[in-house]
Nanobody, 125 residues
Framework: QLQLEESGGGLVQPGGSLRLSCVHS?????????IGWFRQAPGKEREGVSC????????LYADSVKGRFTISRDKPKNMVYLQMNNLKPEDTGVYYC?????????????????WGRGTQVTVSS
């Protein structure tokens, strides 16, 4: 059974940084999948932030976070990270880690199959 757990959220001032972590279990080294980060603000639709595909580690970013966020992975540790710099109030939301069973890179949340419970990120002065 595939499981995901996020951590690292918190309260940060505008311009600050946070690093989110996602630990996953149940994926096989031979599997072809994508791990994505998503966020959802109150009253808004869930949106894709970034993803990394399992074979080559190539990445994809939403335009709103390009140049500020970096996704990375540590395959032996089953970890995926999201380094978030120069945070803005509009980055506030619950951040989710998710796995898409079909390989490739995509940020449409409806295409992802497995989800963590999320971690809250609040950017406020």
């Amino acid at each position: 059974q595939l499981q995901l757990e996020e951590s690292g959220g918190g309260l940060v001032q505008p311009g600050g940084s946070l690093r989110l972590s996602c630990v996953h279990s149940g994926l096989l080294p031979s599997d072809y999948y994508v791990i994505g980060w998503f966020r959802q603000a109150p009253g808004k639709e869930r949106e894709g932030v970034s993803c990394i595909e399992s074979r080559e580690g190539s990445t994809l970013y939403a335009d709103s976070v390009k140049g500020r966020f970096t996704i990375s992975r540590d395959k032996p540790k089953n970890m995926v990270y999201l380094q978030m710099n120069n945070l803005k109030p509009e980055d506030t939301g619950v951040y989710y880690c998710a796995v898409g069973d079909h390989g490739g890179k995509y940020l449409l949340w409806t295409l992802y199959d497995h989800w963590g419970r999320g971690t809250q990120v609040t950017v406020s002065s």
